[in-house]
């Protein structure tokens, strides 16, 4: 045996690679679902055949998708949590997490704001969102060519949506509080995505599915950072459209971003995504909480 692995490290690497169920820190919200939050609980069982119950923050846990980062130094934990996938909310953010494993981030923005954590290099890029394609496979037979407009939860009763049914009739709005899996769903059949929200932009990401980033108002917390925050994976730094925008000639603008969409290297990052994945669980493995 390796001098630097003892018996009882060997014994609970075996236990947690059995298939013990993985103590998770999603945001709950107790009101309603929260598609984004909910994802990473959606996706690692499926991905793993392994189950997850939900953990508070403050003892050992798997950190994944969010914009929860800020809350680790807040909600101390005698043991170290591992992150992947998660983000800062705020661009002014600066995070110690000298105590924590930070195996991957959401994007290059939340990246070079960490300190005490290890090199940058050492720490992998994107959100665990763009696994959903994988989690949940692409039914080719029943697309369905709908347009949907998904608001966040705080756009939900924006006199924009109204506004944009009255030019646009044949659009589909979807509550982002549904349920997941049967949003994932819609999302992947679609033609095309708008959204206020990130993670429906993700997701329809995930599946190749061309979107809108949408601004309905100024109520989104931290503003562009989050989006600006996953887009630069790809190298890009999008603005969102206006409503104005958005309905000012609404057929070019659609057939422009069809044609037009890329994101560069995704597959790629998605292997990223993937492999940070089995490094996270790994090192759970071995801290076995």
């Not at 018996?7 to 075996?14: A, E, G, I, T």
């Not at 169920?21 to 919200?29: D, E, T």
């Not at 009255?166 to 997941?180: F, G, Q, R, W, Y």
């Not at 959204?195 to 980033?213: E, F, K, M, R, T």
Request: charge should be negative; proline fraction near 6%; aromatic fraction near 8%.
């Amino acid at each position: 045996m390796h001098p630097l692995v003892s018996s009882n490290d060997v014994k609970r690497l075996v236990r947690f690679f059995r298939g013990e169920s993985i103590p998770l820190y999603w945001a709950r919200n107790p009101r309603e679902t929260n598609f984004g939050d909910e994802l990473t609980a959606l996706i690692i069982p499926t991905l793993t055949g392994r189950g997850v119950h939900w953990s508070p923050l403050d003892r050992g846990c798997l950190v994944g998708a969010g914009s929860v980062v800020s809350w680790l130094p807040v909600e101390e934990s005698r043991q170290p949590r591992v992150v992947w996938g998660s983000g800062l909310m705020h661009e002014e953010s600066q995070v110690e997490l000298s105590s924590d494993f930070v195996v991957s981030v959401r994007g290059e923005l939340t990246r070079e704001r960490l300190r005490g954590s290890r090199s940058d290099s050492a720490i992998s890029l994107g959100d665990p969102g763009l696994l959903t394609s994988e989690a949940f496979p692409l039914d080719q037979i029943s697309s369905t060519h709908e347009i949907l407009l998904i608001p966040h939860l705080v756009d939900r009763q924006s006199e924009g949506v109204a506004e944009i049914l009255s030019v646009i009739p044949n659009i589909k709005v979807l509550d982002v509080a549904t349920d997941p899996v049967t949003l994932c769903a819609r999302i992947s059949q679609a033609k095309l995505v708008i959204s206020s929200a990130l993670h429906p932009l993700i997701v329809a990401d995930s599946y190749g599915v061309p979107n809108i980033w949408l601004k309905l108002s100024n109520k989104i917390h931290g503003g562009y950072f989050k989006f600006h925050d996953y887009y630069s994976v790809f190298g890009q730094k999008p603005m969102p459209l206006t409503i104005t925008d958005l309905l000012n000639s609404f057929e070019s603008t659609q057939a422009r971003v069809i044609s037009e969409y890329e994101r560069p290297m995704i597959e790629s990052i998605k292997a990223d995504v993937k492999a940070s994945l089995d490094q996270a669980l790994g090192i759970m493995g071995f801290l076995r909480f």
